[in-house]
């Protein structure tokens, strides 16, 4: 997808060449399409970074999407003019999602997208009333839980769809400013590849983070507007 880290920008076409037409680029929404059809994938950032607009962009290159929407600071209206091919399912606890996902897995909606944002919307559910005084129970929850919601989403992957999971993300690092996504690393497991979305001097910028092998580390400047 990215060459070499290299940072191309949007729009940019080849050049002429004994006056032939220009070939256009594709667009990194495309190119975007083109890496996580078919995979299991997470993308995670800060909030309002723009994961939301990203996943309603790239749902318009597939047939059909499945939307769990979970995060209350949108509405359907604000992207009824990006994608009309979406089906909103609301989501308002973790038992709601799960007996969604089991119901889905009996008839997969082979060829679609399926959209869980975010999946760290959903933490209230797990946090004490005191949040001064952790709790590892309540922490443990919280893991079990985003590991059963991954397994299935992973099934509904094996079934022909392609799966986009949102996120917060945390710091994982102080020492070195890692940030990952707001989730336990044991979920991970069940990926194919995980993407970060940030803004970097007034430019999107996603960069596909390594969590396997260190050759996955790509970057590109990202714009969806």
Do not use: W
Request: contains cysteine; positive net charge; glycine residues 6%.
């Amino acid at each position: 997808m990215f060459e070499g880290g290299e940072i191309v920008k949007l729009g940019e076409v080849g050049e002429v060449r004994n006056e032939e037409k220009p070939e256009t680029k594709p667009s990194k929404v495309q190119q975007f399409y083109e890496e996580i059809k078919g995979k299991f994938v997470v993308l995670f950032g800060n909030p309002m970074v723009g994961k939301t607009t990203l996943a309603h962009f790239v749902s318009r290159h597939f047939e059909h999407t499945v939307y769990f929407k979970i995060d209350k600071n949108f509405s359907r209206e604000d992207y009824r003019h990006v994608a009309s091919n979406i089906n909103y399912i609301e989501i308002n606890t973790p038992q709601g999602i799960l007996k969604v996902l089991n119901d889905m897995l009996y008839h997969p909606p082979k060829g679609a997208l399926v959209v869980v944002d975010s999946i760290t919307s959903l933490d209230s559910f797990f946090t004490p009333q005191d949040p001064t005084n952790p709790s590892p129970r309540m922490e443990n929850a919280r893991t079990r839980f985003i590991d059963a919601v991954f397994q299935k989403l992973a099934q509904l992957k094996d079934k022909g769809c392609t799966v986009l999971v949102l996120s917060h993300e945390k710091i994982a690092d102080f020492k070195t400013g890692e940030v990952m996504p707001r989730f336990n690393r044991i979920a991970l497991r069940h990926i194919d590849r995980m993407y970060r979305l940030a803004i970097e001097n007034g430019k999107r910028k996603i960069v596909r983070v390594k969590f396997r092998k260190p050759s996955e580390v790509r970057e590109d400047e990202f714009d969806f507007t």
